[in-house]
């Protein structure tokens, strides 16, 4: 028997996911909530570029609440919002709903974002019966799953770093390209994303993450950063970046461990590819590093069907949350980590060219 899901908005991730569900064999589609009005009664198929397929969009939460399903895939936006999108999450949950979510990053780690957090959620599992992951590409799989299984492969080692070397500029969140990372901005405001502790409060789940599985107690997360300007103008999705305006990024959130960083997740973005040389260079790919015995370099690259790697990126976000409902459907009650699941396989995904 098929596990029903809802897919809980249709915007840069749930797109993806809403096809994913329609796709796999497994999975069975109850429902839709979107958030804006031109969607509401909008077939699912043609959210996502899919056959009509029967089931319409809502704008209603109680009537999504009362659907009979097994599971939420949640990617609502909540890089501003992260604490409303938790109240929203524990109602899915007390509703009986398991819930699969990218949304609120940090939660990779369920205790990364405190004890009232965390009780809120806890409080939801047990009053639904309900499980809640939180997962994705970055952070998720790319750097947490990918370097933890390296790591089975060292003798020693004495760091680990996880890059992301992505080009944005076809990157379709300009709200999250231009506000929250503050692209096109002077460089001497600060957005969001770089407001302190802020990215801690994103990737240091990631960090504990990691450290859990690695049996490692951490001194403190640091982060670090740097940007570069504009050289040129640049036109990206409707908005001009001006010459002397940022338009490269690199970020850095470290976990310490005997005075010095042994777990290192490192971003670095830029909207054109000539910027800052000396920075990283990639083919729009994450990279673990391992400094051991022995060394070990993976290069872990991605595209969409029509070969854009951040696209690829975003694509990799909703398979990694959709292929896991099955197990955490399966999964006990309660909070779960990457660390709760076992190996996700492509089963049952294999189609002719």
């Known amino acids: ?126 009053k639904g019966d309900s499980s809640f992951l939180t997962s994705g590409i970055d952070p998720g799989f790319a750097n947490d799953v990918l ?6 492969l060292c003798g020693t080692w004495q760091e ?49 993450l990691l450290a859990d599985g690695l049996g ?3 001194d403190e997360i640091r982060e670090v950063h740097e940007r570069r300007p504009a050289t040129q103008r640049l036109d990206i999705q409707g908005h001009v970046v001006e010459p002397g305006t940022m338009a490269a990024l690199r970020f850095e959130v470290q976990g310490v461990v005997g005075g010095r960083p042994v777990l290192v997740v490192e971003h670095v973005t830029r909207l054109d590819d000539t910027l800052a040389p000396e920075w990283e260079h990639g083919n729009g790919s994450y990279r673990v ?19 854009d790697h951040a696209v690829g990126g975003v694509v990799l976000t909703a398979t990694r949350l959709v292929n896991a409902i099955p197990a955490v459907c399966a999964a006990p009650p309660g909070l779960l980590s990457a660390l709760d699941l076992p190996l996700l396989t492509g089963k049952g995904l294999l189609r002719a060219p």
């Not at 999975?27 to 029967?54: F, P």
């Not at 590093?289 to 070969?307: A, I, N, T, Y």
């Open 289 to 307: 590093l391992v400094k051991g015995v022995p060394g070990m370099r993976c290069e872990f690259e991605f595209w969409d069907e029509h070969g």
């Open 147 to 152: 370097p933890l299984l390296l790591s089975g």
């Open 216 to 218: 490692l107690t951490l």
């Open 1 to 126: 028997m098929a596990y029903r899901v809802i897919q809980w908005s249709t915007g840069n991730v749930g797109r993806y996911a809403l096809r994913q569900i329609l796709d796999h064999p497994e999975l069975e589609l109850a429902g839709v909530w979107v958030h804006g009005e031109a969607k509401h009664g909008e077939d699912a198929g043609a959210l996502c570029g899919r056959a009509e397929t029967g089931v319409r969009a809502t704008r209603d939460v109680e009537a999504v609440l009362a659907m009979d399903a097994d599971c939420v895939v949640y990617t609502a936006t909540a890089d501003r919002r992260p604490f409303d999108a938790v109240h929203e999450i524990a109602r899915i949950l007390a509703s009986g709903k398991n819930v699969v979510s990218s949304s609120v990053v940090g939660l990779v780690h369920p205790h990364h974002l405190g004890a009232r957090v965390r009780a809120q959620l806890e409080e939801a599992c047990t």
């Open 160 to 208: 680990i770093r996880i890059q992301e070397i992505v080009n944005y500029a076809s990157y379709a969140q300009p709200e999250v390209i231009f506000d929250t990372m503050g692209f096109g901005k002077p460089l001497a405001h600060t957005p969001v994303l770089l407001m302190k502790g802020a990215l801690s409060f994103a990737w240091g789940g990631t960090i504990r």
